[in-house]
């Protein structure tokens, strides 16, 4: 059971709350006033009465453009216009009516406060504008997340942010409330168009209960929709080589290409007005990069097994030297012919670094949007969106025919996959209840491929999962004949969730509870070395006492092979997570009092339990004591309140639940119900490591 601190939590997740007083001239709470408020684009209407104190709290706004009016006999209508909402956003705004007939309007045309006094929460708003307009290498929102203070992007091209100090895979991105994140290896699946962004808020630090269980930061995404206006562009960015300066450090000639394309549309509008909007964009990524590789290849006298250092036959008794540092062409094992012919001939001087390689590298990425609102009347509100995205990128390898060690970005053809279905249902219960529920499903797929239905095949080797690639040949000293290890593999992970929130004003309280259900899916099949991983070096045809003497291709000609290594994975692993997490939350409003805290944290899991201090700072910034003592739901935390003479908002800040069981003060529960499944027996995955003997690539177990 988890216990944290909560703030007034007033909205749904990633909806807006506007609330605030009204009076009249005479500063008198004004009750039982109407108070609308209307979304401009879609002319949605959201509406509430403000209660005998005089206050209004509507629920569950989504951002964008709003009018607020405020109708009550006995006084002049107000109409403001020039509300923006945004994602989160708790705002407050007052009112104060004047006397006069209804018939009447002040028109007020104001933006709402900036300063959100209504919460404690520390967070980064980006709007539309911003994400659209500023400078983005790769048309990628990230690179903006680390504007906030307390973020960093690692660097080397990383788009996982570490937020707060946190590694990057406990942070939580969620699209339209739905997360986007997997939870192996921790990546997110896609990032969405720019152009089809609306804005994106960061949460840093003391959000609301929903968001709890990330460790470092939330970064919340709301997808664009469409209104009663039709809107779209048509969009095409691009970079090419020919525009770059020269890096002061290149080699003369060509400058090395790159060209990149990324151009697309976006298109939203009305399927029936006031009712039914949809939205649909499309983005197309072409990116060719020059790369040169550099790599080390046998010589042609070396091909003909003529070598300049002392060569010894491992076939004889006390390995007696080969004459003229010559091994005859009828020792050569037949496989090892079959290796060297896939060595290309040098192309540069020397021994060392002598083959170089200059290709592009293609990589070409496609990725659209679709999604449908739909309002039945001023209660029911439906949205359904999906998104899609396949890379396709293919590296240049080392060696013509596709071997060698690539050690940075992808390492083998490799074509990703990323999918997201989400579906809301929001429910005005009363204007004074609102229950939202949310579906999603997410999944990424990467499956990699390198140097299949290969013409080598060594006998004896068992028979596993990519089987029919070409074994590694690892020669010292050489660039080496096979694929990367672990360039073959087939990953696949989803996640499906469910989410209900629900809201309700009660008094000076505003009460939320729900729970956020989930299930996760890995399934992976990624053995290093599947069809047997070869080394050859000196010791196949070197004498001890001999400084040196042997060559790895001399060992690699007459089949002596120094190690063995065969990664077999029948079939795939298949990791499986079932979580469910509950959560309450309670903002009240009372006269001159406020709970300020300054962290918050504890875990509970079906496997262990954790648990933080609870620390909290009076007015003055001192911290101030507390016990915590471990007992089940038995525990007592005591905290201190602190004065806030600005605004008349208690936010209630943690549960204390005293040794008598007498409830002190009620904030936030949050329960986790974790449970992992894996699917795997000890034999599906094993390594096999060989010694053979003298001789022609015989496999000894060992």
């Known amino acids: 059971m988890l216990f944290i601190l909560v703030f007034e939590c007033l909205g749904q997740a990633g909806k807006a709350t506007l609330s605030g007083a009204i009076d009249d001239p005479a500063g008198l709470p004004v009750p039982r006033a109407e108070v609308k408020a209307e979304e401009q684009s879609t002319h949605a209407l959201f509406s ?7 206050e209004y709290r509507l629920l569950g706004l989504p951002p964008g453009q709003y009018v607020l009016t405020v109708a009550q006999p006995g006084f002049k209508t107000y109409r403001q216009s020039g509300i923006t909402l945004h994602i989160e956003d708790r705002t407050s705004q007052d009112i104060r009516l004047e006397v006069g007939q209804p018939s009447q309007t002040v028109e007020v045309t104001a933006a709402a406060p900036l300063l959100q006094t209504a919460t404690g929460e520390v967070s980064f708003n980006v709007d539309r504008n911003k994400v659209a307009t500023l400078p983005l290498d790769g048309r990628n929102f990230i690179p903006l997340v680390a504007l906030s203070p307390g973020v960093a992007l690692p660097g080397g091209g990383s788009l996982l942010a570490r937020i707060n100090g946190s590694r990057p895979r406990t942070n939580e991105y969620l699209f339209d409330g739905i997360s986007a994140l997997q939870p192996e290896p921790g990546q997110v699946v896609f990032y969405p168009i720019i152009d089809g962004i609306e804005e994106f808020r960061l949460n840093i ?58 151009y697309g549309l976006t298109l ?49 008794s006390g390995r007696t030297q080969f004459a003229n540092n010559r091994i005859p062409a009828t020792r050569f094992d037949p496989i090892a012919t079959q290796v060297l012919a896939l060595y290309p001939a040098p192309n540069l001087p020397g021994a060392a670094n002598n083959y170089t390689r200059t290709d592009v590298e293609p990589d070409s990425q496609d990725q659209f949007d679709t999604r449908i609102d739909r309002y039945f009347g001023a209660k029911h509100r439906v949205f359904g969106r999906y998104s899609y995205l396949r890379d396709d990128d293919t590296p240049v390898t080392p060696l013509p025919d596709g071997s060698g060690s690539i050690t940075s970005g992808v390492i083998s053809h490799t074509v990703t996959r990323g999918d997201q279905v989400v579906g809301d249902y929001e429910w005005t219960v009363s204007p004074t209840m609102l229950n939202q529920a949310r579906f999603g499903y997410t999944r990424r797929s990467s499956n990699g491929n390198s140097l299949e239905s290969a013409n080598i095949q060594v006998p004896g080797i068992p ?21 990367t290890a672990g360039a073959n593999s087939q990953f696949a992970t989803s996640v499906t969730e469910y989410l209900d929130t629900f809201s309700i004003i009660h008094g000076r309280h505003t009460i939320k509870f729900g729970t956020d259900i989930r299930r996760e899916s890995l399934n992976v099949i990624q053995p290093a070395n599947p069809a047997g991983a070869y080394t050859f070096n000196t010791t196949g045809t070197n004498k001890t006492g001999i400084t040196a003497s042997g060559n ?18 029948p079939k795939a692993l298949q990791e499986r997570a079932h979580i469910a997490e509950f959560f309450a939350g309670d903002g009240s409003k009372q006269p001159g009092r406020g709970l300020q805290p300054e962290h918050t944290g504890a875990g509970f899991s079906s496997y262990r339990a954790r648990s933080r201090v609870l620390q909290f700072r009076s007015s003055r910034g001192r911290s101030l004591p507390h016990r915590q003592h471990d007992g089940g739901a038995r525990r007592l935390w005591n905290g201190l309140v602190r004065a806030d003479r600005h605004h008349d908002a208690v936010h209630l800040a943690a549960i204390s639940v005293r040794a008598d069981d007498r409830l002190a ?32 690539f015989r496999h000894t177990a060992r």
């Open 48 to 54: 509430a009465a403000s209660d005998e104190r005089g």
């Open 205 to 262: 630090n003391s959000y609301s209960p929903e968001y709890g269980r990330s460790n470092g930061g939330a970064v919340i995404v709301n997808m664009k929709s469409g209104g009663n206006d039709f809107h779209g562009d048509v969009f095409e960015f691009f970079r090419n080589e020919d525009l770059n300066a020269r890096n002061y450090f290149a080699q003369a000639g060509r400058k090395p290409e790159f060209r990149r394309n990324q």
């Open 268 to 316: 939203g509008g009305p399927i029936q007005k006031n009712k039914t909007f949809f939205f649909v964009d499309w983005q197309g990524t072409r990116l060719r990069t020059g790369i040169t590789r550099l790599s080390t290849v046998p010589a042609l006298a070396q091909r003909q097994g003529i070598f300049t250092t002392a060569i010894y036959d491992p076939a004889t």
């Open 463 to 483: 028979a596993s999962s990519f089987s029919s690639i070409l074994p590694t040949f690892n020669v010292t000293g050489f660039q080496q004949i096979g694929p």
């Open 552 to 569: 790895a291709i001399a060992s690699l000609l007459l089949g002596q092979v120094n190690s063995f290594t065969l990664d077999a994975q």
């Open 665 to 696: 003060i009620s904030g936030q529960y949050q329960c986790r119900l974790h449970a992992r499944q894996r699917s795997i027996s000890p034999g599906d995955a094993t390594r096999s490591e060989f010694r053979p003997g003298p001789g022609r």
